[in-house]
């Protein structure tokens, strides 16, 4: 996988296995934020964590990015997931640094250190003109995460029933942060 086995200051990033369902199932229990991401909530939270991961490994095998596993370096829990993801956005194929975590470690920073790692990725190693992210307008943690990562909302459309902002920052723009 294109990130797999890279780390930042806290995380190691990997591809997704088949056993991280037991870990993922913990996001769709008593999380507010399932209706920001259009999750069915009839499903039982061990459905809709194989259906995600199986979307991932439908991603990997196109060779359209996917979420990759976040795991702590020092205490080897699983925090979540990241990653670049290939989207049709207005028509348009678009690459979206999307980011979920675990609730039990919201508000720590990984999401934002995972971000900007995926961030830097794009623009270092895919020789992309502008990343985006898609986030639901009610949805205030994942838009200061996107603020953080040097993005600005670039418009507000419906995707897939949600109203959401598109957030981007350009390669240019990301050069000028990295001064």
Do not use: C
Request: proline share 2%.
């Amino acid at each position: 996988m294109y990130a797999h086995g890279k780390t930042t200051d806290r995380i190691l990033i990997r591809k997704l296995e088949e056993s991280d369902v037991e870990f993922w199932k913990d996001f769709f229990i008593e999380n507010p934020f399932l209706p920001y991401l259009g999750i069915d909530e009839t499903k039982s939270p061990e459905q809709n964590a194989h259906e995600w991961i199986e979307l991932q490994f439908k991603r990997y095998a196109e060779k359209r990015y996917g979420h990759h596993a976040l795991v702590n370096k020092e205490s080897g829990e699983f925090l979540g997931m990241s990653g670049l993801l290939t989207q049709t956005i207005e028509d348009k194929q678009e690459i979206e640094i999307g980011y979920s975590l675990l609730p039990k470690f919201w508000g720590k920073g990984y999401a934002s250190e995972a971000a900007q790692f995926f961030r830097d990725f794009g623009f270092e190693h895919k020789n992309l003109d502008h990343i985006i992210s898609v986030i639901d307008i009610r949805n205030t943690a994942s838009q200061k995460v996107a603020v953080r990562n040097g993005m600005f909302i670039d418009r507000q459309i419906k995707y897939f029933d949600l109203d959401v902002y598109i957030y981007q920052v350009t390669k240019e723009e990301w050069k000028k942060l990295k001064v």
